[in-house]
């Protein structure tokens, strides 16, 4: 029988619902910046902007949705082995290795942060911003990653099945 288990706090829920929101804005922002300067080829026109603010928004998108599949469970994994472990074995197995994904995040977290607070002298060559803008995606994206991961952590450690934590939808 699978323990019941309440939804994640609400900011929890609603950093959540931010964070998938942010991720179709930049991609549909992405889709036409991209769109648009496909068409002023076409009169041999280009925006010059275009490439750098694309490849900055393309980091952000990247690191968010790294945090949109942590809040899901839905990173990629090789469960050959732990598929095979009774439950109390299977949630000592996810404890482990989630908490190793938690320690290799808060490890990116602090070098993430670190490479904004030393980029905010470096400029981007067309836009001209502080190349700190960039750097921040995977600091931002790390750092809900290590939430996300972290609420499924303390779950795991209260006893929450995978199966509850994060049911399958048909």
Known sequence: MLKAVAPAPLPIRLVGRMVDWVVITIGAVMATMVFINVCLHLFHKDLAWVTEFGEL??????FLGGACAAQRGAHMTITEFIDKL???ERRWA???VQSA???MLLVLV?????LVNANWGNQLTVLEWPMAFQYMGMAVG?????????????QIAHGVPRETRY???D
């Open 57 to 62: 928004l393309m980091v952000w998108v990247t």
């Open 86 to 88: 009774g439950p109390a």
């Open 94 to 96: 996810d404890l482990v």
């Open 101 to 103: 994904c938690l320690a």
């Open 110 to 114: 602090r070098y993430g942060w670190s």
């Open 142 to 154: 790390c750092s809900l990653m290590a939430l996300f991961v972290g609420w499924d952590v303390w």
């Open 167 to 169: 049911p399958k939808s």
